[in-house]
Each structure stands twice: as structure tokens, then as C-alpha cells.
């Protein structure tokens, strides 16, 4: 899936995915690809991005995130 994580100042990653760990307000949720819609929002904790390849880690304080078919959009502070 297409995943992109940006800040007011920047974009922090644009890039795929196999699974991406939200900190979400009710407790952690996992995405895969073509997730239900979804919008949260988002608390202190970290981004968690898990590909063949790699595990990326984003420590956020605050933000949301959009799930549409196979793109995840995340705003963050």
C-alpha cells in the first residue's frame, strides 16, 4: 500500500508498505492493504511502517490519518 506521513514542515516519508501501526486514540491499530475507509486521529506514540525490507519507526506527538483503498495518508505534529 502507498504511505505518507507529513508534517506542517516537511514530508516525512512517501513510499509502501506491508503494514502500518497507528497510535490511535482508542489503543494501537495495524492497517493492511485495502482497509476499510478510515479516519483517526491520532495521540502521542509511534508510527510503525513494516515492509519486506525494512521497519521504519516515526515518534509522533499528535496528528491523523486517512485509510483509502490502498494509500494511507497521515498528518502529524
Same mark, same amino acid.
Given at each position: 500500500?502507498? %504511505?505518507? %506521513? ?8 512517501? @513510499? #509502501? @508498505? ?5 497510535? *490511535? @486514540?482508542? @489503543?494501537? !491499530? ?5 482497509? !476499510?475507509?478510515? /479516519?483517526? =486521529? $491520532?495521540?502521542?506514540?509511534? %508510527?510503525? =511502517?513494516?515492509?519486506? *525490507?525494512?521497519? $521504519?519507526?516515526?515518534? !509522533?506527538?499528535?496528528?491523523? *490519518? ?6 494511507? #495518508? %497521515?498528518? /502529524?505534529?
Amino acid at each position: 500500500m502507498k %504511505i505518507s %506521513i507529513h508534517s506542517l514542515e516537511k514530508t516525512l516519508y512517501e @513510499g #509502501t @508498505g506491508k503494514v502500518v501501526s497507528l497510535p *490511535a @486514540g482508542e @489503543g494501537e !491499530i495495524s492497517i493492511l492493504d485495502h482497509h !476499510i475507509p478510515l /479516519i483517526t =486521529i $491520532l495521540k502521542k506514540g509511534d %508510527i510503525k =511502517i513494516k515492509d519486506e *525490507a525494512e521497519n $521504519l519507526n516515526f515518534p !509522533i506527538e499528535s496528528g491523523f *490519518a486517512e485509510v483509502s483503498g490502498d494509500k494511507v #495518508t %497521515i498528518l /502529524i505534529k
